[in-house]
């Protein structure tokens, strides 16, 4: 959410300085204060100083000097934005159905010291009577909900809540065909295979129910899978309990195990236009939410009220998969899509999958240098990815993450200049593109990628079901306001500041009425060192100036020599 604290809204915007900032410290600013908001949500980032720094205001190097306690403390703020930037209210749409997801992340690889996560967004559910309550992953990727159960006794199981059969009085035991089985009839099994692992479990037909609390809960009765054994990649180490899957009908196991087939019982039954229809939108950061809506799709998640539909291709495979009729990087079209790619959409994947094919040659594009504020932005080359109703354009803010390395501290050229872009960027710090090979065989693949987060956070997603369309808008995010590190509110950090800054004046005051009065233990001494720092203070630009004159000239004679072209810093003279 916004900062509300006017008493910063009639001061000037300030913008620090960053070039003088080391890798580590940006890294840091990124991880703890996150001050960069987003452009999706049109604010440039702008920083301004809280009260009381008024001497600030005409800027300063953020890393160098006296003035590092100000970045170290977090005394900065994201620039107040009015209140028309924000999305407008959106009155109660009882035709829609609405859940909040948390956004949980694993770690799953370490590769030259860089922590690379996985990430899934989940919500809360009921099933049976009475509820139990469980946690479930909304998953375009399949087709089935599926919930561990007191059935599998496995470690993997245990560490998650398990649904109990036996105490639901609503619950019945059915077969793959829907078929209610009897206590002493054999039972099917299904095992279901994802990229990492696979379930198996026993069919069961019971309610279904979500929503906000107990009396404004929606239920559904439908069919669904309660596994008996997990593989311990990777559900031992989900937050969550469950998956429910969100593919087209095709995708799930049989009629009657569809969520969006059962669920559009409810939404028609509220009014609905669009009963086959959910939404997804995933927060920028952690003081939005993330929400999935069914029925339809919340208008307030729109940065400009556009839809841009696209047909689903090959829909009797139940993927939400479309075409892509070019891929780009900077204008330049890659011919690997000459002859047709697809797409999958998929909010299961954290990252933007491609084929192996393809992988060196679009890395190698995308992968860049950061800016000398250290962000991944405004230095970055554009993804653009055209599919049959708009093209997608990503840029280092949605696909690459920062990377710190070691300087290269390569020495330039003798009489050689620098290009714009090295002005404009750093040699420690790398935006590495957040890609993953991805390869399945015909029919679906083998030019199969996969829109994963990256995609998701960007767009608002709308996936139609009866229609057998995605609409695609871009995503109203709010900017972040930045933390105050340290402490617990802004009032807290507004009242030590205050207290600081009185016992400043409060020393000078009673500094200054001991020169006056002669009570100073040497008060010539003082004085004398007062008029200094005053002198001094005056000529530092005129130092500063001398000293780069100095700094030219050495570069420029060595002895009355011409200074010598350097290789690995050892001289070369010719």
């Known amino acids: 959410m916004l900062a509300s604290a006017g008493r910063h809204q009639d001061q000037s915007v300030w913008k620090p300085d960053f070039a003088g900032c080391s890798s580590q410290q940006l890294l840091s600013v990124h991880s703890q204060l996150n001050t960069g908001t987003s452009s999706r949500a049109g604010a440039e980032g702008t920083l301004i100083p809280r009260r009381g720094s ?33 999305p407008a209210a959106t009155p109660h749409r009882p035709d829609l159905l609405t859940v909040d997801l948390q956004r949980t992340q694993t770690s799953v690889d370490v590769v030259d010291d860089v922590i690379y996560y996985k990430s899934a967004y989940f919500g809360s559910l009921s099933v049976g009577t009475p509820a139990q309550n469980l946690t479930v992953v909304f998953d375009t990727g399949s087709g089935n909900l599926i919930l561990p159960s007191t059935y599998c006794h496995s470690a993997v199981c245990k560490v998650h809540k398990r649904f109990r059969r036996s105490a639901s009085s609503t619950a019945h035991d059915v077969d793959g065909n829907g078929r209610v089985v009897r206590p002493d009839d054999a039972r099917d099994q299904l095992t279901i295979s994802f990229g990492t692992g696979e379930v198996t479990g026993v069919f069961v037909e019971d309610n279904v129910c979500f929503g906000a609390d107990a009396h404004s809960q929606s239920c559904v009765s439908m069919k669904f899978v309660a596994a008996t054994e997990m593989s311990e990649d990777p559900f031992k180490d989900f ?41 997804l939108f995933l927060a920028s950061h952690e003081e939005e939410t993330s929400k999935i809506t069914f029925g339809g799709w919340d208008e307030q998640h729109l940065d400009d009220n556009e839809v841009r539909w696209n047909p689903v291709v090959e829909p009797e495979f139940g993927h939400w998969m479309l075409e892509i009729k070019s891929l780009r990087v900077d204008g330049q079209v890659l011919s690997f899509c000459e002859k047709g790619c697809k797409a999958v959409v998929d909010s299961g994947t954290s990252l ?58 390569v020495t330039q050229e003798w009489g050689s200049q620098r290009t714009n872009s090295q002005d404009q960027t750093r040699d420690d710090m790398t935006c590495s593109p957040m890609l993953m090979t991805i390869d399945l065989p015909e029919p ?36 972040k306001q930045a933390r105050i590190l340290g402490y617990e509110s802004e009032e807290a950090w507004f009242d030590e500041a205050e207290k600081e800054a009185m ?31 005053k002198a001094k203070n005056s000529r530092l ?34």
């Open 54 to 86: 008024d001497d600030l205001s005409q800027g300063f190097s953020v890393c160098g000097g006296q003035n590092v306690s100000y970045f170290q403390k977090g005394m900065l703020e994201v620039a107040n934005q009015s209140s028309s930037n924000l």
């Open 444 to 479: 679906i693949g083998p030019k199969l990628f996969i829109l994963g987060e990256p995609v998701l956070r960007k767009y608002y997603t709308i996936y139609d079901a009866e229609r057998q369309r995605i609409g695609f808008g871009l995503a109203q995010h709010t900017p």
């Open 239 to 279: 937050t969550f309990d469950g998956v429910l899957g969100l593919g087209l009908p095709t995708l799930s196991h049989a009629s009657g195990f569809s969520f969006l087939e059962s669920v559009s019982v409810l939404t028609k039954e509220k009014g609905s236009a669009y009963a086959k229809t959910f939404a």
């Open 352 to 409: 933007l999958g491609v084929p192996s094919d393809i992988f060196p040659e679009l890395y190698e594009l995308l992968n860049h240098a950061a800016s000398l504020e250290g962000e991944c932005h405004s230095q970055s080359p554009h993804l653009e990815i055209e599919l049959d109703g708009l093209t997608m354009t990503l840029d280092g803010e949605d696909f690459a993450h920062l990377e710190e390395h070691q300087s290269a501290n």
């Open 541 to 574: 630009p005129f130092l500063a100036i001398a000293a780069l004159l100095g700094l030219l000239l050495a570069a420029s004679s060595y002895n009355g020599r011409p200074a010598a072209p350097t290789l690995d810093n050892k001289p070369c003279w010719i």
């Open 503 to 533: 016992l400043e004046e409060q020393k000078v005051v009673q500094k200054n009425q001991r020169i006056e009065h002669g009570t100073a233990p040497d008060i010539e001494a003082e004085k004398k060192t007062v008029v200094n720092n």
